[in-house]
């Protein structure tokens, strides 16, 4: 199986003030299809996740786009420029690039 | 605008079966572009893919490795919905079960609500 680790594996930000997140995988998420199956997802409490990023940097339907993603083969990064208050919640990288998907393991994104 | 509504019982007993459906508006579950999984999310093993079913021209299921054996996928057509079926459950089966549409790009894009399963006597 694929091992996603993620750093940090939490981080207080303060408002307006740009955030990281790293992703590394075990292994490359290239596709034989030539395609980087990773996504970025943000979990509110009591909320099942939200995808917010697919395909390393593609933003999903209504994203805000302060939140991009980059990276390549098994080094990726979740950026929010300037974050707000309603970004404060966990965030997920998980990789559909073979079975099974596997999910990191989550970073705490607290606002200060 | 896809959306996921999912259905069943909150406790289970050891050894029984979970059973638990996500009907599909928006979306077929026919869909030759999308797949339907089950994920479940518990303080001890995080975020897990427990399996999916998809159509391509015939239906296919795969499941992890943990779950194998003891989890049925189904499609319901006629309802547009898919069901999730886990044998010989036991306390360490006792999770916050969501179903989730893959969509062409890899994505993850729809989840359902979530439905936290508790296995006790």
């Known amino acids: 199986d694929i091992v996603m680790t993620q750093t940090p594996l939490s981080s207080p930000v303060t408002l307006g003030q740009p955030a990281s997140i790293s992703c590394r995988s075990s292994?490359?998420?290239?596709?034989?299809?030539?395609?980087?199956?990773l996504s970025w997802l943000q979990q509110r409490p009591g909320q099942p996740p939200r995808l917010l990023i697919y395909?390393?940097?593609n933003r999903f339907s209504g994203v805000p786009d302060r939140f991009s993603g980059s990276g390549a083969g098994t080094d990726f990064t979740l950026k929010i420029s300037r974050v707000e208050a309603e970004d404060a919640g966990v965030y997920y990288c998980?990789?559909?690039?073979?079975?099974?998907?596997?999910f990191g393991q989550g970073t705490k994104l607290e606002i200060k | 605008q896809v959306q996921l509504l999912q259905s069943g019982p909150g406790l289970v007993k050891p050894s029984q079966t979970l059973s638990l459906t996500c009907a599909i508006s928006?979306?077929?579950?026919?869909?030759?572009?999308?797949?339907w999984n089950w994920v479940r999310q518990s303080p001890s093993r995080g975020l897990e893919w427990l399996g999916r079913?998809?159509?391509?021209?015939?239906?296919?299921?795969d499941y992890a490795v943990s779950v194998k054996g003891r989890m049925t996928i189904n499609p319901d057509t006629s309802k547009n919905q898919f069901s999730l079926q886990l044998n010989s459950v036991t306390p360490e089966d006792t999770a916050v079960y969501y179903c989730?549409?893959?969509?062409?790009?890899?994505?993850?894009?729809?989840w359902g609500q979530g439905i936290l399963v508790t296995v006790s006597s």
């Open positions: 998980m990789h559909a690039t073979e079975l099974p998907l596997t």
């Open positions: 079913t998809y159509y391509r021209s015939k239906w296919y299921s």
């Open positions: 928006g979306d077929s579950v026919s869909s030759n572009s999308a797949a």
């Open positions: 395909m390393i940097s």
């Open positions: 292994q490359s998420l290239v596709h034989s299809d030539g395609n980087t199956y």
């Open positions: 989730v549409r893959r969509g062409p790009a890899g994505q993850f894009d729809y």
